[in-house]
T-cell receptor, first 113, second 111 residues
């Protein structure tokens, strides 16, 4: 089992460009999450999907959109990237929503210039 | 507002020197407290979930405990491979679906 996979691993964008971060899990989990991790700020939830077909905003949703494509896949889209979105992005999944434990992917390091 | 504070920010230990990491939390209706380990350049790795005060869990050299206000991650006779950042997170009844993370404690164990 690969667990949670994310693509790409690294990305550099120019301000105003768009991109989609991909996430897939093979654990048959119902819930999936997108976080960003910044120095001094810890991990912050961007969006989550409690189950296929549902999505909800987290703590820092502005500038992002998500799509729960199917049970396995949950993508994060930046429509018009800004330097403030420079961060490391993690996808996670859990069997059900909290307090079930979440399993994280390896992350995508995004730089917006 | 739910809040998690971890201390110290950084900790240096000699191999074999036991110590504890602290996670203080403020949450209404604790539903779970989580400990994760994060190695540089990698995603957090799940360690423990604690649900109620008095609960303890162990894994190798790590032992997590929980009170009504804080959790401790005790590291007994650490080895250099225990070097990592340890993250604490909580979920409360008023914030279901959302883990609130602390900023982590970076542990360095020297041989």
């Amino acid at each position: 089992n690969a667990g949670v996979t994310q693509t790409p691993k690294f990305q550099v964008l120019k301000t105003g460009q768009s991109m989609t971060l991909q996430c897939a899990q093979d654990m048959n989990h119902n819930s999936m999450y997108w976080y960003r991790q910044d120095p001094g700020m810890g991990l912050r939830l961007i969006y989550y999907s409690a189950s296929e077909g549902t999505t909800d905003k987290g703590e820092v949703p502005n500038g992002y959109n998500v799509s729960r494509l199917n049970k396995r896949e949950f993508s994060l889209r930046l429509e018009s990237a800004a330097p403030s979105q420079t961060s490391v992005y993690f996808c996670a999944s859990s069997e059900y929503g909290p307090p079930y434990e979440q399993y994280f992917g390896p992350g995508t390091r995004l730089t917006v210039t | 507002e739910d809040q998690v504070t971890q201390s110290p920010e950084a900790l240096r230990l000699q191999e074999g020197e036991s110590s504890s990491l602290n996670c203080s939390y403020t949450v209404s209706g604790l539903r779970g407290l989580f400990w994760y380990r994060q190695d540089p350049g990698k995603g957090p790795e799940f360690l423990f979930t604690l649900y109620s005060a008095g609960e303890e869990k162990e894994k190798e050299r790590l032992k997590a405990t929980l009170t009504k206000k804080e959790s401790f991650l005790h590291i007994t006779a650490p080895k250099p491979e225990d070097s990592a950042t340890y993250l604490c997170a909580v979920v409360g009844s008023s914030n279901t679906g959302k883990l609130i993370f602390g900023q982590g404690t970076t542990l360095q164990v020297k041989p």
